[in-house]
C-alpha cells in the first residue's frame, strides 16, 4: 500500500549533514504521519554521500535512495524523487536542515484541511549573507513584475503538493523545468505556511553563485516572455533616436555653418549600439539554447541505482524527463 505521505530531498555532497538529517526528520516522521517514506536522492555525490545514503536507506526501512549517474542539478534530482515518490502527500524539502523538518507537520495539517499546495514562505532568512539576500529579494520581485503566472515571492521548493499535483507535474514535458514556477502554474488550491529560514547544518552551499544565477535566469526565461519584447522596443527606440538625429544634423547642415567634428560621440554610438545588438542576441539566444534542449529530448536525469527500492523492483525509471518519463 503506497504511504500516505513521501518526502523527497536531493542530496548533493551532504555526508556531514545526512545523520542529523535522518536523526531529526525520523523523529517528526514517526510522530506525525507513521505511514511514511523517505527518498533521497543523490544527485552524483562526490564524498560519502552514497555510502551513507547506503547505511540510512536499510533494506526494510522506510528511507530509500536514489542515485543519478552524475550530478544533474537540484531541479533535475527533485523531478527524480517526485517521480519515485508513492505517497498521497508530497513534501520536497533541502538536505542540509535549512528547512526545518518540525515544519512538515503544519504543512501537513494544511493538507489536511483541504489545500493541495502547501509551499513554505521565507520570512527570515538566518545568517545567510547579506548581497544573497538582497540579491534573492529583488529577484523574486522581478520575476513576478514580468510572469504572467502568479509565483509567490520568497519560496524556495520546500513544499507540500497532493498526489494529484504531483502527478501533473512529473508530466510535464520540460526538461528545464522549474519548480516553484511550474508549481504556480500548475494551479490548485494553495497557500504559503511562513517559516524561518535557518542556517546551513554543516558544510558550504552547494547552489554556487553560477547555479543560482542560472537557475533565476532559466526561471523568468521559462515564464516570461518580456525580455524578447524588450529586444524589439530597444529596437524600435534606438532606430526612432537616429533617425530624428539624422533629421536634425541635416538640418542644422542646411542652416548654420554646422561642421562636423566629433569623433568622440561617433564612438560612443558605435559601441552603444553594437551593446544593443548583442544584448538582443543574446536574449534570443537564451530561448534558443531552451528550444534547443527540448527538442534534443534528452532526458532530465539517468539513474544509476537504488538503494532499498520498493519489492526489489525498480520504482524510478532509469531516466526521466519526458512525458510520462518514458524516455
Ligand atoms: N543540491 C543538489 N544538487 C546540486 C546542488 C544542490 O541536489 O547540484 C541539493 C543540496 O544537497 C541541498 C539542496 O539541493 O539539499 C539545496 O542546496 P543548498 O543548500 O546548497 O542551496 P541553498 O540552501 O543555498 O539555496
Ligand atoms: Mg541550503
Redesign the pocket.
Known amino acids: 500500500m503506497p504511504p500516505t505521505l513521501s518526502v523527497v ?4 555532497n ?1 555526508e556531514a549533514t545526512l545523520p542529523e538529517l535522518r536523526r531529526r526528520l525520523g523523529e517528526v516522521l514517526e510522530q506525525i504521519e507513521p505511514s511514511h517514506e523517505v527518498i533521497l536522492v543523490n ?1 552524483g555525490s562526490r564524498d560519502g554521500t552514497a555510502e551513507a545514503l547506503g547505511r540510512i536507506c536499510a533494506p526494510g526501512s522506510r528511507w530509500r535512495g536514489v542515485h543519478l549517474s552524475r ?1 544533474f ?2 531541479q533535475a ?1 527533485v523531478a527524480a524523487g517526485l517521480r519515485a515518490a508513492a505517497g498521497a502527500a508530497v513534501v520536497v524539502m ?3 536542515l ?1 528547512d526545518p523538518p518540525e515544519l512538515v507537520a503544519e504543512l501537513l495539517a494544511k493538507w489536511r484541511e483541504g489545500y493541495e499546495v502547501v509551499y513554505a514562505q521565507r520570512v527570515s532568512r538566518q545568517r545567510e549573507g547579506w548581497l544573497k539576500r538582497t540579491l534573492a529579494w529583488g529577484y523574486y520581485r522581478v520575476l513576478r513584475a514580468v510572469a504572467p503566472v502568479d509565483i509567490p515571492s520568497d519560496t ?1 521548493d520546500f513544499c507540500l503538493m497532493d498526489r494529484k499535483v504531483v502527478d501533473a507535474l512529473v508530466a510535464l514535458p520540460e526538461r528545464n523545468a522549474y519548480l516553484r514556477g511550474l508549481r504556480a502554474w500548475l494551479g490548485f488550491r494553495q497557500t504559503a505556511v511562513p517559516f524561518e529560514r535557518k542556517a ?1 547544518f554543516a558544510g558550504e ?3 554556487t553563485f553560477r ?1 543560482s544565477l542560472s537557475l533565476g535566469i532559466n526561471g523568468i526565461i521559462s515564464f516570461s516572455k518580456k525580455p524578447l519584447r524588450l529586444a524589439t522596443w530597444l529596437g524600435l527606440v534606438v532606430s526612432a533616436v537616429s533617425f530624428l538625429l539624422g533629421i536634425y544634423f541635416i538640418i542644422l547642415r542646411l542652416t548654420s555653418e554646422f561642421e562636423i567634428r566629433g569623433w568622440a560621440s561617433t564612438v560612443v554610438i558605435i559601441l552603444f549600439l553594437g551593446g544593443v545588438q548583442l544584448l538582443t542576441i543574446g536574449i534570443i539566444g537564451e530561448y534558443l539554447s531552451r528550444i534547443y534542449d527540448e527538442v534534443k529530448q534528452r532526458p532530465q536525469y539517468v539513474v544509476r541505482g537504488e538503494d532499498n527500492a520498493p519489492e526489489g523492483g525498480k520504482a524510478v525509471r532509469r531516466s526521466g524527463g519526458s512525458v510520462g518519463g518514458q524516455a
Do not use: W
Not at 9 to 12: F, G, K, N
Open positions: 530531498i536531493p542530496v548533493y551532504e544527485d550530478n542539478g537540484h534530482a533541502d538536505a542540509d535549512q524556495g546551513r552551499p552547494k547552489y547555479k
